[in-house]
């Protein structure tokens, strides 16, 4: 399925790495005494690092340090006594160690920016992963608001609804970070958070467009819903054929439901104790049932 580059939603400022920092002190530092702990760097928690980290793609950023020089510092927070935590800066520190680069500059931030600046870190990348995008926001969202990612959809919605209510800023938020709008960040991005596992790698691997596989998140999760993703790949489906495939779904489950609702009051005991001319016309309409069925 051949589908156009998509530019991201989200542009942060490279300044934003460094919020914060008043006449930041740039010094240098041995490769070896950083450390990279990996939930500090969002980048391959929910799209593949692969491709980012591979050998060729590294060593050609280092042949390019070695001769340009590293022209962003790393951003680093104090760890044990002559060490440093990575928190920006892993892709410059894999490649220095891959050619042989023994020194990095580097810039020291304290642990408690450490988390926010690794997501704004990741969230500047170019052609960022719808995946990875949304993510990033809400998990910064979060940081920032204290809202725990599950309780972000409904304060959303509320900001939406009365803006004058937005108690925890979400909409100044979300324009400092370049993102779409408000409106579409709380009607649509919320639907990642119910996709499955499946269902996220369906979209980060460009199987489908996120806002088609949005759509089956209408369904609970189960057979029908993972069933109807392989179709959805197999048929490379729009989202305007997703949304009707949901809604005739949607539409059997209520049938499902108001029949066996009927069928639970066709006691074979109430039906007896009928009168002789509606027993007749019970018994007619079951075996009109039976028969329907049958066809």
Known sequence: MSRGPRPSAVKFDAGLTVAGLSAPTVFNVSSDQIQVRPEFNPRGQHTPAADAFSEPALRALGESMRREGVLTPLIVSQGAEGSYWLIAGER??????????STLPVMLKTEQDAARLALVENLQRQ????????????????????????????????????????THDLAARLESYGATSLEAWARHRPAFLKMTPDELAAVRAGR???????????????????????????????????????????GTDAFTARTRQLLAQLKPARLAALPAPQREQAEALLTELVKLIGD
């Open 92 to 101: 410059r520190l894999r490649a220095a160690r891959l050619v042989g680069l």
């Open 127 to 166: 052609n960022l992963n719808p995946v990875d995008e949304t993510f990033g926001v809400f998990r910064l969202l979060s940081l920032e608001t204290g809202l725990a990612l599950d309780e972000l959809p409904a304060a959303l919605r509320a900001a939406l609804r009365e803006p004058g209510k937005d």
């Open 208 to 250: 489908l467009p996120w806002r088609t596989v949005a759509e089956l998140t209408r369904l609970p999760e189960g057979e029908d819903r993972a069933a109807l993703l392989a179709q959805a790949i197999a048929e490379e489906l729009s989202t305007a054929q997703a949304a009707r495939l949901v809604r005739e779904r949607q």
